[in-house]
Protein backbone atom coordinates (compact mmCIF):
# COMPACT_ATOMS: atom_id res chain seq x y z
CA UNK A 1 0.00 0.00 0.00
CA UNK A 2 1.26 3.53 -0.71
CA UNK A 3 1.74 6.15 2.22
CA UNK A 4 -0.78 8.25 2.43
CA UNK A 5 1.38 11.21 2.94
CA UNK A 6 3.58 10.65 -0.21
CA UNK A 7 0.50 10.11 -2.13
CA UNK A 8 -1.39 13.52 -1.09
CA UNK A 9 1.89 14.87 -1.57
CA UNK A 10 2.21 16.75 1.92
CA UNK A 11 5.04 16.56 4.63
CA UNK A 12 2.80 15.67 7.56
CA UNK A 13 -0.49 13.45 7.56
CA UNK A 14 -2.73 16.69 8.97
CA UNK A 15 -5.51 17.10 6.68
CA UNK A 16 -7.85 20.50 7.36
CA UNK A 17 -11.38 20.05 7.64
CA UNK A 18 -13.14 21.47 4.59
CA UNK A 19 -15.46 24.16 6.16
CA UNK A 20 -18.28 25.89 3.95
CA UNK A 21 -19.15 29.13 5.24
CA UNK A 22 -16.27 29.38 7.61
CA UNK A 23 -13.18 29.63 5.59
CA UNK A 24 -11.77 29.89 2.13
CA UNK A 25 -8.75 30.48 0.33
CA UNK A 26 -6.73 31.94 3.26
CA UNK A 27 -6.96 28.91 5.32
CA UNK A 28 -6.35 26.49 2.56
CA UNK A 29 -2.92 28.43 1.43
CA UNK A 30 -1.87 28.28 5.28
CA UNK A 31 -2.64 24.76 6.17
CA UNK A 32 -0.92 23.61 3.15
CA UNK A 33 2.31 26.24 3.69
CA UNK A 34 3.08 24.27 6.65
CA UNK A 35 3.00 21.33 5.76
CA UNK A 36 -0.41 19.99 5.58
CA UNK A 37 -3.08 19.08 3.06
CA UNK A 38 -5.44 22.73 2.96
CA UNK A 39 -9.07 22.21 1.90
CA UNK A 40 -10.76 24.23 -0.35
CA UNK A 41 -14.67 23.90 0.32
CA UNK A 42 -16.74 24.88 -2.50
CA UNK A 43 -20.62 23.75 -1.62
CA UNK A 44 -21.51 27.28 -1.54
CA UNK A 45 -19.30 28.95 -4.01
CA UNK A 46 -20.55 28.91 -7.99
CA UNK A 47 -18.36 27.53 -10.47
CA UNK A 48 -17.16 31.58 -10.99
CA UNK A 49 -15.98 32.05 -7.56
CA UNK A 50 -14.81 28.70 -7.03
CA UNK A 51 -12.32 29.40 -10.36
CA UNK A 52 -11.51 32.43 -8.92
CA UNK A 53 -10.44 31.19 -4.96
CA UNK A 54 -8.19 28.46 -7.18
CA UNK A 55 -6.84 30.90 -9.57
CA UNK A 56 -5.62 32.43 -6.35
CA UNK A 57 -4.22 29.07 -5.07
CA UNK A 58 -2.42 28.56 -8.20
CA UNK A 59 -0.99 31.67 -8.20
CA UNK A 60 0.50 31.71 -4.57
CA UNK A 61 1.63 28.05 -4.13
CA UNK A 62 3.38 24.89 -5.60
CA UNK A 63 1.41 22.52 -3.13
CA UNK A 64 -1.41 20.05 -3.00
CA UNK A 65 -4.64 21.43 -2.14
CA UNK A 66 -8.21 19.27 -1.53
CA UNK A 67 -10.98 20.91 -3.23
CA UNK A 68 -14.50 19.83 -1.32
CA UNK A 69 -18.33 19.10 -2.87
CA UNK A 70 -21.38 17.85 -1.55
CA UNK A 71 -23.33 15.03 -3.27
CA UNK A 72 -26.56 15.46 -2.00
CA UNK A 73 -29.47 14.78 -4.17
CA UNK A 74 -31.94 18.17 -4.56
CA UNK A 75 -34.96 17.49 -2.34
CA UNK A 76 -38.79 17.62 -4.01
CA UNK A 77 -40.42 20.85 -2.65
CA UNK A 78 -42.95 20.21 -0.49
CA UNK A 79 -45.12 23.20 -0.13
CA UNK A 80 -46.74 22.14 3.46
CA UNK A 81 -43.87 21.28 5.20
CA UNK A 82 -42.08 24.72 3.87
CA UNK A 83 -44.99 26.25 5.72
CA UNK A 84 -44.77 24.76 8.94
CA UNK A 85 -41.41 25.79 8.49
CA UNK A 86 -42.09 29.26 8.07
CA UNK A 87 -44.71 29.02 10.66
CA UNK A 88 -42.50 27.92 13.36
CA UNK A 89 -40.10 30.79 13.00
CA UNK A 90 -42.84 33.24 12.38
CA UNK A 91 -42.81 34.54 16.55
CA UNK A 92 -38.58 34.72 16.03
CA UNK A 93 -39.48 37.05 12.53
CA UNK A 94 -41.71 39.18 14.72
CA UNK A 95 -39.15 39.82 17.49
CA UNK A 96 -37.00 41.67 14.93
CA UNK A 97 -39.59 43.40 12.35
CA UNK A 98 -39.17 40.62 9.79
CA UNK A 99 -41.65 39.39 7.13
CA UNK A 100 -42.42 35.88 6.82
CA UNK A 101 -44.12 36.20 3.51
CA UNK A 102 -40.72 37.41 2.12
CA UNK A 103 -37.94 34.59 2.91
CA UNK A 104 -35.37 34.78 0.15
CA UNK A 105 -35.75 31.36 -2.21
CA UNK A 106 -33.00 29.67 -3.22
CA UNK A 107 -30.79 26.80 -1.27
CA UNK A 108 -27.00 28.16 -1.23
CA UNK A 109 -25.28 24.48 -1.41
CA UNK A 110 -25.56 22.75 -5.16
CA UNK A 111 -24.10 18.94 -5.27
CA UNK A 112 -20.97 18.31 -7.64
CA UNK A 113 -22.46 18.45 -11.37
CA UNK A 114 -20.81 18.58 -14.65
CA UNK A 115 -20.68 22.87 -15.18
CA UNK A 116 -18.66 22.08 -11.74
CA UNK A 117 -16.85 19.69 -12.87
CA UNK A 118 -16.02 22.04 -16.29
CA UNK A 119 -14.58 24.98 -13.91
CA UNK A 120 -12.63 22.55 -11.75
CA UNK A 121 -11.21 20.51 -14.53
CA UNK A 122 -8.49 22.84 -15.84
CA UNK A 123 -7.10 23.41 -12.11
CA UNK A 124 -6.75 19.38 -11.75
CA UNK A 125 -6.89 19.38 -7.83
CA UNK A 126 -4.60 17.30 -6.41
CA UNK A 127 -7.36 15.70 -4.11
CA UNK A 128 -11.15 16.05 -4.87
CA UNK A 129 -12.82 15.22 -1.79
CA UNK A 130 -16.93 14.85 -1.05
CA UNK A 131 -19.26 14.62 1.53
CA UNK A 132 -22.40 12.81 1.52
CA UNK A 133 -21.68 10.00 -0.74
CA UNK A 134 -19.82 10.30 -4.01
CA UNK A 135 -21.25 11.65 -7.62
CA UNK A 136 -22.50 9.67 -10.25
CA UNK A 137 -19.94 7.72 -12.01
CA UNK A 138 -19.42 9.26 -15.21
CA UNK A 139 -17.94 12.77 -12.67
CA UNK A 140 -15.74 10.33 -10.67
CA UNK A 141 -14.52 9.20 -13.69
CA UNK A 142 -13.35 12.65 -14.95
CA UNK A 143 -11.91 13.57 -11.42
CA UNK A 144 -9.83 10.65 -11.82
CA UNK A 145 -8.61 11.10 -15.34
CA UNK A 146 -6.20 13.99 -14.33
CA UNK A 147 -4.99 11.66 -11.31
CA UNK A 148 -6.56 13.55 -8.45
CA UNK A 149 -7.10 11.32 -5.60
CA UNK A 150 -10.34 11.03 -4.01
CA UNK A 151 -11.48 10.94 -0.23
CA UNK A 152 -14.89 10.68 0.87
CA UNK A 153 -16.72 10.50 4.69
CA UNK A 154 -17.99 7.44 6.17
CA UNK A 155 -19.92 7.52 9.43
CA UNK A 156 -20.45 3.92 9.51
CA UNK A 157 -18.80 0.81 8.37
CA UNK A 158 -21.51 0.22 5.83
CA UNK A 159 -20.87 3.77 4.22
CA UNK A 160 -16.84 3.29 4.21
CA UNK A 161 -17.42 -0.20 2.50
CA UNK A 162 -19.74 1.36 0.03
CA UNK A 163 -16.89 4.11 -0.57
CA UNK A 164 -14.33 1.53 -1.45
CA UNK A 165 -16.22 -0.16 -3.97
CA UNK A 166 -17.61 3.02 -5.88
CA UNK A 167 -14.06 4.51 -5.85
CA UNK A 168 -12.98 6.09 -3.26
CA UNK A 169 -8.60 6.30 -2.63
CA UNK A 170 -9.19 6.87 1.12
CA UNK A 171 -12.43 6.64 3.74
CA UNK A 172 -12.78 9.66 6.02
CA UNK A 173 -13.80 8.05 9.53
CA UNK A 174 -16.37 10.60 10.93
CA UNK A 175 -17.12 10.03 14.28
CA UNK A 176 -19.96 11.46 15.74
CA UNK A 177 -17.40 14.25 17.42
CA UNK A 178 -17.27 16.17 14.47
CA UNK A 179 -18.69 19.32 14.07
CA UNK A 180 -20.47 20.64 11.11
CA UNK A 181 -22.44 17.97 8.94
CA UNK A 182 -22.63 14.29 9.57
CA UNK A 183 -21.25 13.06 6.25
CA UNK A 184 -23.88 10.30 6.49
CA UNK A 185 -25.35 9.04 3.17
CA UNK A 186 -26.68 5.34 3.55
CA UNK A 187 -28.76 6.04 6.63
CA UNK A 188 -30.90 9.20 8.11
CA UNK A 189 -30.85 7.54 11.48
CA UNK A 190 -28.29 9.90 13.86
CA UNK A 191 -28.22 6.32 16.20
CA UNK A 192 -25.87 4.62 14.08
CA UNK A 193 -23.37 6.93 14.50
CA UNK A 194 -20.29 6.51 16.62
CA UNK A 195 -17.77 8.27 17.85
CA UNK A 196 -14.71 8.46 16.48
CA UNK A 197 -12.04 5.71 18.60
CA UNK A 198 -15.32 3.63 18.11
CA UNK A 199 -15.59 3.92 14.32
CA UNK A 200 -12.16 4.25 13.34
CA UNK A 201 -10.83 0.98 13.99
CA UNK A 202 -13.77 -0.79 12.61
CA UNK A 203 -13.20 1.20 9.66
CA UNK A 204 -10.02 0.09 8.87
CA UNK A 205 -10.61 -3.35 9.57
CA UNK A 206 -13.35 -3.58 6.88
CA UNK A 207 -11.58 -1.65 3.79
CA UNK A 208 -8.44 -1.90 2.66
CA UNK A 209 -7.83 1.73 1.27
CA UNK A 210 -6.36 4.08 3.72
CA UNK A 211 -7.99 5.34 6.36
CA UNK A 212 -7.82 9.22 7.95
CA UNK A 213 -9.57 9.84 11.13
CA UNK A 214 -11.44 12.93 12.00
CA UNK A 215 -14.13 13.93 14.85
CA UNK A 216 -12.86 15.47 18.12
CA UNK A 217 -9.08 15.02 17.23
CA UNK A 218 -7.50 18.48 18.65
CA UNK A 219 -4.44 18.08 19.85
CA UNK A 220 -1.22 15.34 19.31
CA UNK A 221 -2.71 13.08 21.95
CA UNK A 222 -5.89 12.33 19.71
CA UNK A 223 -3.24 12.15 16.94
CA UNK A 224 -1.30 9.53 18.08
CA UNK A 225 -4.33 7.64 19.59
CA UNK A 226 -5.81 7.93 15.63
CA UNK A 227 -2.69 6.38 14.47
CA UNK A 228 -2.55 3.61 17.21
CA UNK A 229 -6.09 2.46 16.46
CA UNK A 230 -4.62 2.34 12.17
CA UNK A 231 -5.05 5.88 10.78
CA UNK A 232 -2.95 6.95 8.23
CA UNK A 233 -3.94 10.34 8.58
CA UNK A 234 -5.95 13.17 10.87
CA UNK A 235 -8.28 15.52 9.46
CA UNK A 236 -9.13 18.44 11.63
CA UNK A 237 -11.52 21.39 11.99
CA UNK A 238 -12.60 22.83 14.77
CA UNK A 239 -8.99 23.41 15.86
CA UNK A 240 -8.23 25.82 12.85
CA UNK A 241 -11.65 27.79 13.49
CA UNK A 242 -10.48 30.50 15.21
CA UNK A 243 -7.28 31.09 13.55
CA UNK A 244 -6.79 34.73 11.73
CA UNK A 245 -6.78 33.06 8.34
CA UNK A 246 -10.75 31.27 9.06
CA UNK A 247 -13.56 33.51 7.82
CA UNK A 248 -16.19 32.87 10.94
CA UNK A 249 -18.03 35.88 12.78
CA UNK A 250 -16.62 37.59 15.75
CA UNK A 251 -19.51 36.06 17.86
CA UNK A 252 -18.68 32.59 16.23
CA UNK A 253 -14.69 33.30 17.75
CA UNK A 254 -15.83 34.27 20.91
CA UNK A 255 -18.06 30.87 21.56
CA UNK A 256 -15.71 29.20 20.22
CA UNK A 257 -13.63 30.10 23.32
CA UNK A 258 -16.12 30.62 26.01
CA UNK A 259 -17.74 27.75 27.89
CA UNK A 260 -20.70 27.41 25.63
CA UNK A 261 -18.24 25.67 23.57
CA UNK A 262 -18.72 23.02 25.71
CA UNK A 263 -22.20 22.21 24.77
CA UNK A 264 -22.29 21.25 21.46
CA UNK A 265 -25.47 19.44 19.56
CA UNK A 266 -26.50 17.65 16.60
CA UNK A 267 -29.46 19.89 14.79
CA UNK A 268 -30.78 19.72 11.41
CA UNK A 269 -32.58 23.64 12.49
CA UNK A 270 -30.20 25.44 10.23
CA UNK A 271 -29.95 23.06 6.80
CA UNK A 272 -32.38 20.51 7.14
CA UNK A 273 -29.49 17.52 7.31
CA UNK A 274 -27.70 16.83 11.17
CA UNK A 275 -25.03 18.94 12.26
CA UNK A 276 -23.04 19.63 14.85
CA UNK A 277 -22.69 22.70 16.82
CA UNK A 278 -22.70 25.19 19.98
CA UNK A 279 -26.21 24.72 21.01
CA UNK A 280 -28.00 28.33 20.44
CA UNK A 281 -31.80 29.81 21.31
CA UNK A 282 -33.21 28.31 18.16
CA UNK A 283 -31.82 24.74 19.13
CA UNK A 284 -33.02 25.31 22.34
CA UNK A 285 -36.47 26.65 21.67
CA UNK A 286 -37.25 24.39 18.45
CA UNK A 287 -35.44 21.16 19.43
CA UNK A 288 -32.38 20.55 17.90
CA UNK A 289 -33.65 17.27 15.63
CA UNK A 290 -37.13 17.32 14.37
CA UNK A 291 -38.90 17.23 11.36
CA UNK A 292 -40.11 21.41 11.47
CA UNK A 293 -37.32 22.46 9.51
CA UNK A 294 -37.48 21.37 5.60
CA UNK A 295 -35.24 18.78 3.54
CA UNK A 296 -31.29 20.27 3.12
CA UNK A 297 -30.34 21.96 1.86
CA UNK A 298 -34.35 24.04 1.86
CA UNK A 299 -34.11 25.22 5.90
CA UNK A 300 -31.43 27.55 5.17
CA UNK A 301 -33.43 30.51 3.11
CA UNK A 302 -35.61 31.12 6.08
CA UNK A 303 -32.78 31.25 8.55
CA UNK A 304 -30.73 33.36 6.90
CA UNK A 305 -32.57 36.58 7.34
CA UNK A 306 -32.91 35.94 11.32
CA UNK A 307 -29.60 35.30 11.70
CA UNK A 308 -28.30 39.17 9.53
CA UNK A 309 -30.83 40.73 11.70
CA UNK A 310 -29.81 38.90 15.42
CA UNK A 311 -26.00 39.13 14.59
CA UNK A 312 -26.51 42.85 13.82
CA UNK A 313 -28.02 43.42 17.31
CA UNK A 314 -24.91 41.32 18.58
CA UNK A 315 -26.34 38.05 19.20
CA UNK A 316 -25.81 34.26 18.02
CA UNK A 317 -29.21 32.91 18.58
CA UNK A 318 -29.51 32.12 15.16
CA UNK A 319 -26.10 31.49 13.86
CA UNK A 320 -25.06 28.15 13.27
CA UNK A 321 -22.02 28.36 15.40
CA UNK A 322 -20.49 25.15 13.63
CA UNK A 323 -18.09 23.06 16.13
CA UNK A 324 -16.79 19.91 17.09
CA UNK A 325 -17.15 18.17 20.51
CA UNK A 326 -13.48 19.55 21.39
CA UNK A 327 -13.33 23.09 21.11
CA UNK A 328 -10.31 23.05 23.85
CA UNK A 329 -7.56 23.90 21.60
CA UNK A 330 -9.72 26.42 19.34
CA UNK A 331 -7.31 29.95 20.02
CA UNK A 332 -6.46 32.64 17.96
CA UNK A 333 -3.16 31.27 16.40
CA UNK A 334 -1.77 30.74 13.10
CA UNK A 335 -2.75 27.60 11.17
CA UNK A 336 1.21 26.81 11.16
CA UNK A 337 1.09 26.35 14.92
CA UNK A 338 -1.98 23.59 14.57
CA UNK A 339 -0.57 22.08 12.25
CA UNK A 340 2.57 21.72 14.35
CA UNK A 341 0.90 20.98 17.22
CA UNK A 342 -1.18 17.93 15.63
CA UNK A 343 2.10 16.42 14.04
CA UNK A 344 3.60 16.01 17.13
CA UNK A 345 1.68 13.28 17.59
CA UNK A 346 2.47 11.69 14.43
CA UNK A 347 4.37 8.67 15.32
Known amino acids: MVNLTRQLGIEVPILQAPMAGAQ??????????AGGLGALPCA???PDTMAEALHRIRAESSRPVNVNFFCHEPPVHD???LERWHRALTPYYAEFGLDIDNVPTGTGRR????????????????????????PEPALLERVKAWG????????????????????????IAQGLEAGGHRGMFLTDDVTTQLGTFA????????????????????DARGVAAAFKLGAEAVQAGTAFLCCPDAAISALHRQ?????????????????????????TRLMRELGPLGDVAPPFPLATAAIAPLRSAAEAAGSSDFSP???????????????AEVVRSLAAGVS
Open 24 to 33: GADLALAVSA
Open 44 to 46: MLT
Open 79 to 81: ARR
Open 111 to 134: PFDHETCDALEPFRPEVVSFHFGL
Open 148 to 171: ATVLSSATTVEEARWLEAHGADAV
Open 199 to 218: LLPQVVAAVSVPVIAAGGIA
Open 255 to 279: ALQSEAARHTALTNLYTGRPARGIV
Open 321 to 335: LWAGQNASTCREVAA
